[in-house]
T-cell receptor
Framework: EPEVTQTPSHQVTQMGQEVILRCVPI?????FYWYRQILGQKVEFLVS????????KSEIFDDQFSVERPDGSNFTLKIRSTKLEDSAMYFC?????????????????FGPGTRLTVT | QQPVQSPQAVILREGEDAVINCSSS?????VHWYRQKHGEAPVFLMI?????EQKGHEKISASFNEKKQQSSLYLTASQLSYSGTYFC?????????FGTGTRLTVIP
């Protein structure tokens, strides 16, 4: 069964450094997402991406963050100048359709996540 | 826009039933339900569509209330494997808004 993959599984970085989190979405999916989950808290939407551009972003997704699809398979999240409060689990997800298309019948498939620890 | 879930946590004995609610300030177009086990990614369970149609898990069902501002997830004859945190998700044009989560623990 196809699945979303993410690398690395765990990233430790020092405050102020830049990190790149990588994701390989399911191959026939067109919509890609990044979510964040601080330990013990809810899943928070960061950004959605379609047709090589951001389709929506949350207020969390400020200038510190950027996303890119550098080739036909990878989808990356870059976090510049990391802060202690960026420590969280970052999930990539993909879906075949946009959320409200196809009568809202799509589902998002999540990757296993990257645990980012900023020290 | 973030839906609110209740209860926040529930403990069940194996075989018991549970209901998890997801409330929104606006009428819901559809509701997605996910389960997340500790240290793992959320896993899709099912979708409840505005007409009441459901797509997904065989042993889990859901419904809307009359105004479609609340969805309830029904877990019957719970199994140990049902333990985890349940999130509802309400779709926006380009993303899902996840609810606050309900931690379900099933004990023998």
């Amino acid at each position: 069964e196809p699945e979303v993959t993410q690398t690395p599984s765990h990233q430790v970085t020092q405050m102020g450094q830049e990190v790149i989190l990588r994701c390989v979405p399911i191959s026939n999916h067109l919509y890609f997402y990044w979510y964040r989950q601080i330990l013990g808290q809810k899943v928070e939407f960061l950004v959605s991406f379609y047709n090589n551009e951001i389709s929506e972003k949350s207020e969390i997704f400020d200038d510190q963050f950027s996303v890119e699809r550098p080739d036909g398979s990878n989808f990356t999240l870059k976090i510049r100048s990391t802060k202690l409060e960026d420590s969280a689990m970052y999930f990539c997800a993909s879906s075949e359709y946009a959320p409200v298309l196809a009568g809202g019948t799509y589902e998002q498939y999540f990757g296993p996540g990257t645990r980012l620890t900023v020290t | 826009q973030q839906p609110v879930q209740s209860p926040q946590a529930v403990i069940l004995r194996e075989g018991e039933d549970a209901v998890i609610n997801c409330s929104s300030s606006k009428a819901l177009y559809s509701v997605h339900w996910y389960r997340q086990k500790h240290g793992e990614a959320p896993v899709f369970l099912m979708i409840l569509l505005k007409g009441g149609e459901q797509k997904g898990h065989e042993k889990i069902s859901a419904s809307f209330n009359e105004k479609k501002q609340q969805s309830s997830l029904y877990l019957t004859a719970s199994q140990l494997s049902y333990s985890g945190t349940y999130f509802c998700g309400t779709p926006a044009p380009n993303n899902l808004f996840f609810g606050t989560g309900t931690r379900l623990t099933v004990i023998p």
